[in-house]
């Protein structure tokens, strides 16, 4: 379980949560496009397509300071454990939530410890992707969607397309490329009565995908 | 210097207040709600304030001012031109260069004014190593597309934006310590003629001047624009080391090459499909959709100036 991300903000991560999202508006010039809803203090998980690790970074710096203290990205444990120095920055910088895909106890089950932090009325950045995508296709979504959103209904799921960030911060790059990006916030997505998973899930993507302003482009 | 510096302030602060005066009581006697043209009008009134302060602060800077200034406008005009263009995942280490190392280096060329060097980094130096290191990488696909928007993109937003404060270096005999006014000139005229075409298009314009690259462009409205502002250059003949039939023929040619760039500008933007460069400012668009006559004139009005007027 994470020590620190289920209080309010710790200095230390109000820092690195102010801190990065200049940067990423120095870099970025990161403009958020609220195509389908508004920004609202109202509990949400957004899923958003997943190329980088700046994903995250540019997600939040779209959204209000105060939203951003109470909202987490979800990430996986099996790679931000695996040294002291990415824990650190997951857990006591980014207040990440991490999850586990080999988990074994039932206090580790991903579902459950997303639905602790929710719980809290804190809300959650996911990808459902399940890994940094580095091909030109949305690969299809992993059933945590559908099943956060089974067990809490009255909370918004809200797709958010992040443009351009593959470019500006490739998956094994450090240094990142000022590109100018925007994030698509579009209209909630919510289970109909009687959908079934793989439906559900196969919508939520093609949501996703129908937010991309250029989908014209390859790169 | 400080008496002519005063009156072109004077000057733009009458302009300016006049203009959004103009925008207030034209939007006060529309119908509302305000029509986009009305909206964007005032936008682009307000940003020009904007823009026009920025200016001002940096020439109090002096070279300091001056020379930041423009590498932070190349940055920017660089970010929105390559993010336009096809980059792949090969090209980071090309294009973090770009940013990291070209930009920086073509200002210190600028600022140690060293011409010999400040002339031929980007069109020799950069021009055969870049596409040397993408090919290094191996990665061939649309090869030529991606070196030629690379090269292009460093030409159009560091080369020929740099060439503004490069006027800083010139030796003018009997014009000694006060070059930030061919500055002031250059960037006056040239936006000024953007202005001032875009009003004689919005008053007379009917003849299309290339209906498929952009609309918005009228024989009249270039006409009207060309004449108005060598009109302008001559009048600031008094800043400048010319004489008021000089300044309006170096006046007429760097509108003239403005009025290029805005059209060459407009062709990348339909072949990329986006009606703007970016949306950095309010009511303009992007840094090169404000900068893009400027960088068009700058090195020739550079050159023009170096080979006539200097020993």
């Given amino acids: 379980m994470n020590r620190l991300s289920l209080r309010t903000f710790t200095l230390l991560q109000t820092a690195t949560s102010v801190g990065l999202s200049a940067l990423a508006r120095a870099v970025t010039g990161v403009r958020p496009i609220w195509s389908g809803c508004q920004p609202s203090d109202r509990q949400r998980i957004y899923f958003a397509n997943h190329t980088s690790h700046g994903d995250f970074i540019l997600l939040s710096a779209c959204l209000s300071e105060r939203e951003r203290a109470t909202t987490h990205a979800v990430a996986a444990a099996e790679y931000w454990r695996k040294s002291r120095l990415r824990r650190f920055i997951a857990e006591d910088m980014l207040s990440s939530v991490l999850i586990s895909r080999q988990w074994t106890s039932p206090e580790e089950n991903p579902i459950s410890v997303m639905l602790s932090v929710l719980d809290r009325g804190h809300s959650l950045i996911i990808f459902p992707e399940g890994t940094r995508n580095m091909s030109a296709e949305l690969l299809a979504f992993r059933s945590g969607l559908y099943n956060l959103s089974m067990a809490r209904p009255d909370v918004e799921l809200i797709p958010c397309w992040i443009e351009n960030m593959s470019r500006v911060l490739p998956k094994g790059q450090f240094l990142p490329v000022p590109l100018l990006c925007r994030v698509v916030f579009g209209a909630p997505v919510a289970v109909a009565p009687d959908e079934e998973r793989r439906a559900f899930l196969e919508r939520a993507r093609a949501e996703l995908l129908a937010l991309n302003p250029r989908p014209d482009r390859d790169d | ?311």
């Fill in chain 2, 1 to 311: 210097m400080r008496h002519e510096i005063s009156i072109l302030i004077i000057g733009l602060f009458v302009v300016l207040t006049t203009a959004s005066a103009t925008a207030a009581v034209l939007s006060a006697r529309a119908p509302k709600p305000l029509s986009a043209t009305l909206t964007n009008l005032t936008q682009r009134i307000n940003a020009w304030w904007v823009m026009v302060a920025l200016m001002t602060v940096a020439f109090f800077f002096g070279r300091y001012g001056m020379t930041i200034l423009f590498a932070l406008i190349s940055f920017a005009a660089l970010r929105e031109f390559v993010t336009l263009t096809h980059s792949r995942r090969s090209d980071h280490w090309v294009l973090l260069g770009m940013f990291g190392i070209v930009i920086p280096f073509q200002y210190w060329l600028v600022w140690t004014a060293w011409y010999g060097l400040f002339v031929i980094f980007i069109p020799v130096y950069c021009f055969l190593l870049m596409p040397a290191i993408t090919a290094l990488h191996g990665d061939t696909e649309r090869f030529l597309e991606r070196v030629s928007a690379q090269q292009w993109a460093i030409m159009i937003a560091v080369y020929c934006v740099s060439h503004v404060p490069a006027l800083l270096t010139l030796n003018v005999p009997g014009f000694e310590g006060r070059n930030l006014l061919l500055v002031a000139f250059l960037i006056i005229v040239v936006q000024g003629s953007d202005v001032l075409q875009y009003i004689f298009g919005k008053l007379f314009g009917k003849h299309r001047f290339s209906p498929k690259v952009s609309p918005s462009k009228t024989w009249e409205g270039l006409i009207g624009g060309l004449v108005a502002s060598s009109l302008l250059g001559a009048l600031l003949a008094f800043i400048t080391p010319f004489s008021p039939l000089q300044a309006s023929a170096v006046a007429f040619v760097a509108c003239t090459m403005g009025f290029l760039g805005g059209l060459v500008a407009s062709a990348i933007k339909r072949d990329q499909g986006v009606k703007d460069w970016g949306h950095l400012i309010e009511g303009h668009g992007g840094m090169l959709d404000r900068t893009d006559s400027l960088v068009f004139a700058a090195p020739i009005f550079f050159h023009l100036v170096r080979y006539f007027w200097t020993v």
